[in-house]
């Protein structure tokens, strides 16, 4: 497989540089941008994306697909419930807890940033799905609960039971929300621990885990202090 090697200085510019900019202009599809090219990267290692067939489940408005197509010629499908503005051609709107494609239908399934903004009782089901419709691997990315950077609007003061979590939110960071509870601002407790379940009952193997962001993928591998310090974990699944 190719031997893709991100460098750690640009790299972290990148992050500082989107963490404070990522809303003006179009940085923000340039940052998934970017995070598409880390994907493949990370991918390749293990498969050629070339030519394959690939879908992104809840993929926005297709900056992932945008990429994968241009730099890897995939046939790639944009599967999202709400795309806000389709920068790719082929989206398809539908739900993650119910795929409207046949039984290994892909090489790849991708999902990132999505599993927390999908209600508990439906988060194995997606997972279930992703299984069914690929025929190779899948690439899902989570922020673990615990991490300050996982609690979006609430971050990151999530932790905290919701009511304290909003005046904290709205006390210290000055923003103003108007949620009634944490599923009401579509957001879901999903951790590690929990994931590494719902993956074994799925039946899909691990390949291995990464840090997408700080690149500490040791950190990944300890239990506890992956919960807390890694703040966004991609998981490499096999069929």
């Keep these: 497989m190719k031997n893709h090697k991100i460098n750690l200085l640009y790299h972290y510019r990148k992050l500082l540089f989107y963490n404070f900019n990522r809303f003006k202009d179009n940085n923000y599809q340039l940052m998934r941008e970017y995070f598409a090219q880390i994907l493949i990267s990370e991918i390749e290692k293990f498969m050629l994306l070339r030519n394959k067939k690939v879908l992104d489940v809840g993929g926005a408005n297709g900056e992932f697909c945008k990429i994968l197509n241009k730099k890897r010629n995939c046939n790639v499908i944009n599967l999202d419930p709400y795309p806000d503005s389709r920068i790719f051609s082929k989206t ?73 979590a909003k005046c ?19 957001l879901y407790k999903i951790t590690f621990k929990k994931m590494l379940k719902m993956i074994s009952l799925s039946n899909f193997k691990i390949i291995t885990t990464k840090d997408t962001h700080f690149r500490l993928h040791f950190l990944t591998k300890i239990p506890v202090i992956r919960e807390i310090l890694v703040p966004s974990v991609a998981f490499i699944l096999k069929k």
């Excluded at 904290?168 to 579509?186: A, P, T, Y």
Aim: charged residues 20%; hydrophobic residues 35%; aromatic residues 14%.
């Design 92 to 164: 398809i709107i539908g739900f993650a807890d119910n795929i409207p494609f046949n039984d290994n239908e892909f090489d790849l399934v991708i999902r990132r940033g999505v599993l927390e903004h999908i209600p508990i009782g439906k988060q194995q089901q997606s997972i279930n799905e992703m299984y069914r419709v690929t025929k190779g691997m899948c690439y899902i990315v989570i922020p673990p609960w615990y991490n300050p950077h996982a609690g979006h609007q609430f971050k990151p003061f999530h932790i905290f039971p919701f009511r304290l």
């Design 168 to 186: 904290l939110s709205q006390l210290i960071c000055r923003k103003k929300l108007s949620e009634n509870s944490f599923e009401d601002g579509n």
